[in-house]
């Protein structure tokens, strides 16, 4: 892409930020008929939900229903969001398969029995509701899906090609990816876990790489209007676990003795590390679900708050500072995309690499 | 609060969906991608070998080359040497013979002159006896008729006629 179309689309997509944040504002203000509340509109953005909106016009909301799947008492109950007419207070009750469903900020409560309508009580939590199981396909879920389709489309089209000819020297999509996946294997696979090793896992890595990034990327799409994937702390703690797993398992006898009886030190610091290391396993895959999840959240509120600078001011003067500071964010955070997920790969190719590391002593 | 609190339902989609594309991906994508790719680093690999094989065949190519030129100098060279070695011999060789022809002839007409020399010296007796014996018998004839005379005369003559 030239610089030109580059730009264009860069202005595009900003403007789009500001007209889907703005319509969101509007929205809430003329349903609540209250005080602009910058917390609940970054959260709603942040956090996931049950319809994949795409843009309210004047009062008109656009938005994709998606369904909702639970597991109540009374079985599985599925119906569509849209049954919710966008209301996310609590206030519109479903009512399916013999059980009354409300949605409260984002999360599907079912009335308790006898109940019809949804009590909220002072620590503002629903009072005769529970939570039923909840594996809805929920904007996240359906992002995960696109993103599936887009990571199939780009890199079994890019396969094909080597398939075509021996000795294909790469052109069109290959050559885009050739040098990402070579990258992923020489400058992380093999200095990490070496040479001999590190074949075994690079179908992970380069999954787990290209999964990040790409949903790291859409996150910033504002069309996209939040479906914020890579910073919901279910989906990095699901991939944390599985670098948790892959490790654990992968761990060799060599492994296991620096966890439970460090090599080269006295008896006493032995037992004493012998904790600290135990820790030390489970603290590398929640740093890892940590550091994904808070930078690229952070990131999103950054961006978020400055917009909502504009209506917390009422003011359009303030517009165009909120507007060049979310610019310097937002470039930030396309180069963020790439680090994190970078970051997320590079760390769990250094713990494969520990697990499997063979040498006689420290 | 909610928003550190994983939802059941995303992990739930995030496993299947992960494996899925773990799966397909692996199957589909990355295998034909990594295999094409160290498939052409080998070959690369191999032609960049076979290219380093084919410099040093040629290097020794060279060197074999220069060392039959090298041959082959030297063996002008010898030939050339063994040829005015043989030019010197035959000269010295004619010179040689010439030489000893030219003594044998000069002694051949040493040998030659000799013996007409003795036949001269032999003929010349011959003559000289003849002709002292013509002398004689007219010496003879005419002093017969005074015999002191002719005594005398005889004496005279024979005293003469020394030999050589």
């Known amino acids: 892409m030239n610089l030109r179309a580059f730009r264009t689309l860069f202005l595009g997509v900003l403007l789009i930020t500001y007209s889907a944040v703005k319509a969101e504002v509007t929205n809430t203000e003329q349903k609540e008929e209250k005080k602009f509340d910058p917390k609940e509109m970054i959260m709603h953005h942040v956090k996931d939900a049950y319809t994949f909106h795409i843009i309210d016009i004047h009062d008109q909301s656009y938005s994709i229903p998606l369904p909702v799947i639970?597991?109540?008492?009374?079985?599985?109950?599925?119906?569509?969001?849209?049954?919710?007419?966008?209301?996310?207070?609590?206030?519109?009750?479903?009512?399916?398969?013999?059980?009354?469903?409300?949605?409260?900020?984002?999360?599907?409560?079912?009335?308790?029995?006898?109940?019809?309508?949804?009590?909220?009580?002072?620590?503002?939590?629903?009072?005769?509701?529970?939570?039923?199981?909840?594996?809805?396909?929920?904007?996240?879920?359906?992002?995960?899906?696109?993103?599936?389709?887009?990571?199939?489309?780009?890199?079994?089209?890019?396969?094909?090609?080597?398939?075509?000819?021996?000795?294909?020297?790469?052109?069109?999509?290959?050559?885009?990816?050739?040098?990402?996946?070579?990258?992923?294997?020489?400058?992380?696979?093999?200095?990490?876990?070496?040479?001999?090793?590190?074949?075994?896992?690079?179908?992970?890595?380069?999954?787990?790489?290209?999964?990040?990034?790409?949903?790291?990327?859409?996150?910033?799409?504002?069309?996209?209007?939040?479906?914020?994937?890579?910073?919901?702390?279910?989906?990095?703690?699901?991939?944390?676990?599985?670098?948790?797993?892959?490790?654990?398992?992968?761990?060799n006898k060599n492994y296991w003795k620096h966890i439970f009886w460090m090599p080269g030190v006295p008896v006493p610091m032995k037992i004493f590390l012998m904790p600290i290391e135990i820790i030390g396993i489970f603290t590398k895959p929640i740093s890892l679900m940590i550091r994904l999840f808070a930078n690229i959240t952070a990131g999103h509120i950054i961006v978020l708050a400055l917009m909502s600078l504009i209506f917390i001011f009422n003011s359009i003067a303030v517009a165009p500072i909120s507007v060049a500071f979310s610019l310097f964010i937002i470039v930030i955070e396309i180069v963020v995309t790439a680090i994190q997920a970078y970051i997320f790969t590079i760390l769990s190719a250094l713990y494969f690499g520990m697990a499997t590391e063979e040498h006689e002593h420290h | 609060m909610d928003l550190v609190t994983p939802g059941f339902g995303l992990v739930f989609w995030t496993v299947i969906t992960f494996l899925i594309l773990l799966f397909i991906l692996k199957k589909f994508a990355w295998k034909p991608i990594l295999g094409a790719v160290n498939s052409r680093e080998e070959s690369i690999k191999d032609a960049l070998a076979a290219a380093e094989a084919a410099r040093r065949e040629m290097e020794n190519l060279q060197a074999d080359n220069e060392k039959i030129l090298q041959e082959a100098r030297n063996e002008r060279e010898l030939m050339m040497k063994e040829a005015r070695d043989i030019k010197v011999k035959m000269v010295a060789d004619a010179r040689e013979e010439a030489k000893f022809t030219t003594e044998k002839m000069i002694l051949q007409a040493q040998e030659a002159i000799q013996s007409e020399k003795k036949a001269a010296v032999a003929e010349l007796k011959n003559q000289v006896a003849t002709l002292s014996l013509e002398i004689a018998e007219k010496v003879v004839k005419h002093e017969l008729s005074n015999k002191d005379q002719q005594e005398k005369l005889v004496q005279e003559m024979l005293g003469k006629a020394t030999l050589n």
């Open chain 1, 70 to 251: 639970l597991w109540t008492e009374n079985g599985l109950t599925t119906f569509m969001s849209s049954a919710f007419h966008h209301d996310y207070h609590g206030k519109e009750v479903v009512e399916k398969n013999g059980g009354r469903f409300v949605n409260f900020h984002e999360k599907i409560y079912q009335l308790d029995a006898g109940a019809a309508t949804l009590e909220i009580g002072a620590d503002e939590k629903p009072v005769n509701a529970h939570k039923p199981l909840d594996i809805s396909i929920t904007r996240n879920v359906f992002m995960m899906w696109i993103s599936m389709l887009v990571l199939f489309l780009i890199f079994i089209g890019a396969a094909r090609k080597y398939k075509k000819s021996e000795n294909f020297i790469p052109k069109g999509i290959a050559s885009f990816v050739e040098p990402l996946v070579l990258f992923i294997r020489d400058e992380i696979a093999i200095p990490m876990i070496g040479e001999k090793k590190y074949k075994k896992y690079m179908p992970y890595l380069l999954t787990v790489f290209f999964f990040i990034w790409l949903n790291n990327i859409f996150g910033l799409i504002p069309i996209v209007n939040g479906a914020n994937l890579t910073g919901n702390i279910a989906f990095t703690m699901t991939l944390a676990l599985f670098t948790f797993v892959i490790t654990t398992f992968s761990g």
